[in-house]
C-alpha cells in the first residue's frame, strides 16, 4: 500500500537560510559578537603577555628557540581579526577604541619600545581605568 508520508516530507522541507546574505538588521549584531569576540581574546592575551610571554604586539622578537619565546599562533589571530574588526568598522565609518588601540601599539618598534611585558601592563591598566579611546596627554606616552 502507498503512502503519502514522502509528499508531507517533501512539504516540510525550506531553503536553509545560510545562503542568503546578512541582513542590514543582523551585521550589526555581527559586528558586536566580533568585537566582544577581539576583546575576550585581547584581555586572555594581555594577561599572558604582561607575565612575560613575548609575540603579542609582533612576531618581531619570536627568534629565540626556548619555549619562553615561542610561537602565539593565538596573538597572531588576535591581530588578523583586529585588522578585520577595524576594516568592516571603517567601512561604515565606525570605531573600535580597544581594537585601534591595540593596532596602534603593534606598530611600537625601536628605541621607543618598553618591552611587551611592560606594553601590555599598562595597556590593562589603562583598560581598568576606562581610559582606552580617551586622548593622552599632550607629549606622554603611557608606555
Known amino acids: 500500500m502507498h503512502s503519502d508520508n514522502t509528499n508531507d516530507r517533501e512539504s516540510e522541507w525550506t531553503e536553509p537560510d545560510s ?17 566582544c ?21 609582533s612576531d618581531i622578537e619570536l627568534t629565540s628557540e626556548d ?6 599562533p593565538e596573538a597572531a589571530r588576535l591581530r588578523e581579526l583586529a585588522f578585520a574588526l577595524q576594516s568592516i568598522l571603517n567601512q ?6 580597544l581594537c585601534d588601540e591595540f593596532l596602534d601599539l603593534c606598530t611600537i618598534h625601536g ?20 581610559e582606552v579611546g580617551t ?3 599632550k607629549g606622554f606616552k603611557p608606555w
Not at 576583546?39 to 613575548?54: I, K, P, S, V, Y
Not at 619555549?67 to 602565539?72: A, C, L, N, T, V
Not at 561604515?92 to 577604541?97: A, K, L, P
Request: hydrophobic share 30%; with cysteine.
Open 111 to 130: 628605541e621607543s619600545n618598553p618591552g611587551e611585558p611592560r606594553l601590555a601592563r599598562q595597556f590593562l591598566a589603562r583598560i581598568e581605568r576606562s
Open 135 to 137: 586622548p593622552t596627554e
Open 19 to 35: 545562503f542568503e546574505p546578512a541582513s542590514d538588521e543582523t551585521a550589526p549584531t555581527q559586528i558586536g559578537t566580533l568585537a
Open 67 to 72: 619555549d619562553e619565546h615561542r610561537e602565539w
Open 37 to 57: 569576540v577581539f576583546a575576550d581574546q585581547l584581555m586572555a592575551c594581555l594577561e599572558e603577555c604582561a607575565h612575560g610571554r613575548r609575540g603579542l604586539f
Open 92 to 97: 561604515d565609518g565606525e570605531r573600535n577604541s
